[in-house]
């Protein structure tokens, strides 16, 4: 059902002369010019809009999840990181590296992707860790109000939105305070070697948002860093925090994986540099815990209050092997439940993103999701129940017409709290994933809360 807010924004901007209708793209001249070169070309021609109520709640909930993601080593496993990592298909290099400060609950930072139902947001993946893509589209919302058509339109219906870099900056600075001694703290993005090419544009435009918030936010890669006196330098310039974008993955592609990372670590066991975030981010990123969290099997684990928080906000999820499972209640084959219920699953890779190695069973035929299915079972995958998501009515500011798109709502969380989030969209029946660096019909913007009532 389209929100009242949302109605009133399409029948504002149906006449031709309507200044609302041409709002973004009016606002693209006041965005910074790394952003703008980023995705200036690719904005959906309206922003999303959400009940305040509601994405509070919702961001209750995840931050409630993460709290029981990171709880399953003693929920399930006695404490036993080995067995938990056993259980999520991780392997005992990639293992050691997610285990390196201790295996200890990392901090609250991460992105919650999420379809919505019609009923409620449904989330269906939890990306944790600070090598996050979208925190600078909070940019696109600070613009879009320096337009008088929709600055006067948010005004009459009380828009507001949470800014993700301000929030993130805040995060910084209260985590490198310690080894800041009151200065303002140099942050260093890093990278793993050859790692910032693909995207350094992305990059680019993070740092720009992050220097006109007054953080000194620098960029490199990990063999540009030394460390001397227990603090890490990149480029001559000692670090106070080392913002994470390199990955357990790229460490473990090289044998040389661990010296790479050494001097980081040496750094931050010495306190002159904090590592921010961990690599145990990893261990909670791993699709493999949603699965543990859906499955009955563990239901026993969790109080009545948690089994139920967990099936208002997770799909039914599950890791796809041989053997029994449980579908309502009742025991059945996964692989010929999986078989039988085609158009309504989709299978993802436990430990990739990008929506990478994805396979949606209502794209395939019956003996192309058979084959799948067999390739895919025992070989780090889950299976997922398919999240039909309403469609998002958008004006085509050119032609008049209004469509139905697809949006994935992304939400970021940080220690601080809830910090916002943007919307990737595609039209409806253009493609099942909803990513701006493999479909090229996707847009982005900004989402703006409406207040109850």
Not at 1 to 24: F, G, I, N
Not at 57 to 80: C, E, V
Not at 227 to 247: A, I, M, N, Q, W
Request: net charge negative.
């Amino acid at each position: 059902m389209t929100d009242h807010v949302t109605r009133a924004y399409l029948k504002a901007s149906a006449p031709e002369d309507s200044a609302l209708r041409h709002a973004v793209a009016q606002s693209v001249s006041a965005l910074p010019p790394a952003l703008a070169a980023s995705c200036a070309h690719r904005l959906l021609p309206r922003p999303m809009f959400a009940a305040e109520d509601e994405m509070n709640a919702i961001h209750g909930d995840l931050t409630d999840l993460f709290g029981l993601l990171t709880s399953l080593p003693q929920r399930l496993f006695g404490g036993d990181l080995g067995r938990f990592c056993e259980a999520l298909g991780i392997d005992a290099r990639k293992a050691a590296f997610m285990r390196r400060l201790g295996g200890g609950p990392p901090p609250l930072h991460g992105r919650a992707d999420m379809y919505h139902d019609g009923d409620s947001l449904k989330l269906l993946e939890l990306n944790l860790g600070s090598q996050l893509g979208g925190t600078d589209r909070a940019e696109l919302s600070r613009c879009l109000l320096e337009v008088d058509a929709f600055a006067a339109f948010a005004d009459e219906h009380r828009l507001r939105y949470i800014h993700t870099g301000e929030v993130i900056a805040g995060v910084l600075r209260e985590a490198a305070a310690p080894v800041a001694n009151g200065d303002a703290p140099v942050i260093a993005l890093l990278e793993a070697d050859g790692g910032l090419a693909p995207y350094l544009h992305l990059v680019r435009s993070f740092q720009e948002m992050m220097h006109r918030l007054g953080v000194d936010l620098r960029i490199g890669e990990l063999g540009q860093v030394r460390e001397r006196g227990g603090k890490l330098h990149l480029d001559g310039t000692p670090v106070d925090l080392v913002l994470r974008y390199f990955s357990v993955d790229q460490l473990c592609a090289t044998p040389e994986g661990e010296a790479a990372v050494d001097p980081v670590y040496r750094a931050h066991r010495a306190g002159g540099t904090v590592l921010y975030t961990p690599l145990e981010s990893f261990l909670y990123g791993n699709k493999g815990t949603l699965a543990l969290l859906s499955d009955p099997l563990h239901r026993e684990a969790f109080s009545a209050s948690e089994a139920a928080l967990i099936d208002r906000v997770l799909p039914w999820t599950r890791v796809l092997t041989d053997g029994p499972t449980q579908v309502e209640g009742t025991t059945v084959d996964l692989l010929e439940h999986c078989r039988e219920w085609r158009e309504q699953l989709i299978l993802k890779p436990r430990g990739d993103f990008g929506g990478a190695g994805i396979v949606a069973g209502w794209e395939c035929g019956e003996q192309e999701w058979k084959e799948r299915l067999l390739d895919c079972r025992d070989n780090g995958y889950v299976v997922q129940r398919r999240v039909v998501p309403r469609g998002e009515p958008v004006l085509d500011p050119r032609t008049g017409r209004t469509e139905d798109w697809i949006a994935v709502w992304d939400a970021f969380l940080t220690p601080h709290g809830h910090a916002g989030g943007h919307i990737r969209a595609v039209p409806v029946g253009s493609g099942e994933i909803v990513n701006m660096g493999t479909n090229p019909l996707c847009r982005t913007s900004g989402v703006f809360q409406y207040p109850a009532g």
